[in-house]
Nanobody, 122 residues
Framework: QVRLVESGGRLVAPGESLRLSCVVS????????VGWFRQRPGAGRDFVGA????????QYSNFAKGRFTISPDNSQNTVYLQMTSLKPDDTAVYYC???????????????WGQGTQVTVSS
């Protein structure tokens, strides 16, 4: 059974950087791709980005391009979300997601983690 556990969320000041982690246990071919979503207060879940465990190819939403980077560590079964130049508008619960393909990740067709809260405020 696949299980995703996120960590690393906390309160940060505007302009700071933060790295979130997602440990994936029970990996199979059904979790060949991983990605991140976020849910801002009062809003639905937005796709942040996704990539395969091999690191071949990646895709990001427009708001994430240039500031957010997803990187997998196969040896640790962990996928990271590095966020830079954080803004108050990035305040959200960030969720990890795993599925068979990047497209299925983007369409939220796989398995969710429980989420980790990121708050950007001075």
């Amino acid at each position: 059974q696949v299980r995703l556990v996120e960590s690393g969320g906390r309160l940060v000041a505007p302009g700071e950087s933060l790295r979130l982690s997602c440990v994936v246990s029970g990996r199979t071919f059904n979790t060949a791709a991983v990605g991140w979503f976020r849910q801002r207060p009062g809003a639905g879940r937005d796709f942040v980005g996704a990539m395969t465990w091999s690191g071949a190819g990646s895709q990001y939403s427009n708001f994430a391009k240039g500031r957010f980077t997803i990187s997998p560590d196969n040896s640790q079964n962990t996928v990271y979300l590095q966020m830079t130049s954080l803004k108050p508008d990035d305040t959200a619960v960030y969720y990890c997601h795993a599925a068979t393909t990047q497209l299925k990740v983007r369409n939220a067709g796989g398995t969710w983690g429980q989420g980790t809260q990121v708050t950007v405020s001075s």
